[in-house]
T-cell receptor, first 107, second 113 residues
Framework: RKEVEQDPGPFNVPEGATVAFNCTYS??????FFWYRQDCRKEPKLLMS???SGNEDGRFTAQLNRASQYISLLIRDSKLSDSATYLC????????FGTGTRLQVFP | GAGVSQTPSNKVTEKGKYVELRCDPI?????LYWYRQSLGQGPEFLIY????????DSGLPNDRFFAVRPEGSVSTLKIQRTERGDSAMYLC???????????FGPGTRLLVL
C-alpha cells in the first residue's frame, strides 16, 4: 500500500464548478500535511498547509481528519488557471508525495 | 530574491555514463533535499542535507547514486553507470530549517538513452 494515496483523475470540470480532491495516508505518526500544485513540466509549489481545524485561502479550503487519516482540498468557482496537478503531501520525517490528481478546467 | 536554481535544465546521456546534477539553494537555507519524479508519479525523496552532512540518505535507490554538499550550500547529485531507468526529473528543494516550507527548483530532466 502506498504511504499517500490519491485518485489520479483527471477531473474535467467547467469554469465556476466546485471540485474536491481526497487523499489518505498510512502513517499515523505523520506530523504535518500540505497540498502542492504542479503545472505541466514545472516544479511543485506549495498551495497551502492543512490543519485539523480546517483552513481556507480564498477559493481553496483544506481539511484534515487525523482519526481517518484523510485530507481533502476543495476548490470553489474553478478558474481556467486552476488547471494543474494537485499533490497531497505528508511530512513524517521527510515529505511523502502522493501521485497527484490532475485537474482540467474547461471554458 | 533568487529561488532555488538547478543546472543543467536538461541532460541527455548514454547508458553507462556518469552524470552530475547541480543545485543552488536559496541563500541561507541550511536544509537541502533531492527528489526524483518519474512521469505520472509524485516526487520521491532521495536524500536530505542539514548543513554539510547527509542527515538522511535512505531514499537513494542504490550505490550508483551519491550526493555531496561540501560547503553547506551548493549540492551535487552524482549518478554513476547510468541506466535507462534513471531517466526522470530530478528536483532539488531547500528550506530555512527541516521544519519549514520546502521551496523547489525547476528541476533537471535526465534522459538516459
Amino acid at each position: 500500500r502506498k504511504e499517500v494515496e490519491q485518485d489520479p483523475g483527471p477531473f474535467n470540470v467547467p469554469e465556476g464548478a466546485t471540485v474536491a480532491f481526497n487523499c489518505t495516508y498510512s502513517n499515523s505518526a505523520s506530523q504535518s500535511f500540505f497540498w502542492y500544485r504542479q503545472d505541466c513540466r514545472k516544479e511543485p509549489k506549495l498551495l497551502m498547509s492543512v490543519y485539523s481545524s480546517g483552513n481556507e485561502d480564498g477559493r481553496f479550503t483544506a481539511q484534515l481528519n487525523r482519526a481517518s487519516q484523510y485530507i481533502s482540498l476543495l476548490i470553489r468557482d474553478s478558474k481556467l488557471s486552476d488547471s494543474a496537478t494537485y499533490l497531497c503531501v505528508v511530512n513524517t520525517d521527510k515529505l511523502i508525495f502522493g501521485t497527484g490528481t490532475r485537474l482540467q478546467v474547461f471554458p | 530574491g533568487a529561488g532555488v536554481s538547478q543546472t543543467p535544465s536538461n541532460k541527455v546521456t548514454e547508458k553507462g555514463k556518469y552524470v552530475e546534477l547541480r543545485c543552488d539553494p536559496i541563500s541561507g537555507h541550511t536544509a537541502l533535499y533531492w527528489y526524483r519524479q518519474s512521469l505520472g508519479q509524485g516526487p520521491e525523496f532521495l536524500i536530505y542535507f542539514q548543513g554539510t552532512g547527509a542527515a538522511d540518505d535512505s531514499g537513494l535507490p542504490n550505490d550508483r547514486f551519491f550526493a555531496v554538499r561540501p560547503e553547506g550550500s551548493v549540492s551535487t547529485l552524482k549518478i554513476q553507470r547510468t541506466e535507462r531507468g534513471d531517466s526522470a526529473m530530478y528536483l532539488c528543494a531547500s528550506s530555512s530549517s527541516s521544519a519549514e516550507t520546502q521551496y523547489f527548483g525547476p528541476g533537471t530532466r535526465l534522459l538516459v538513452l
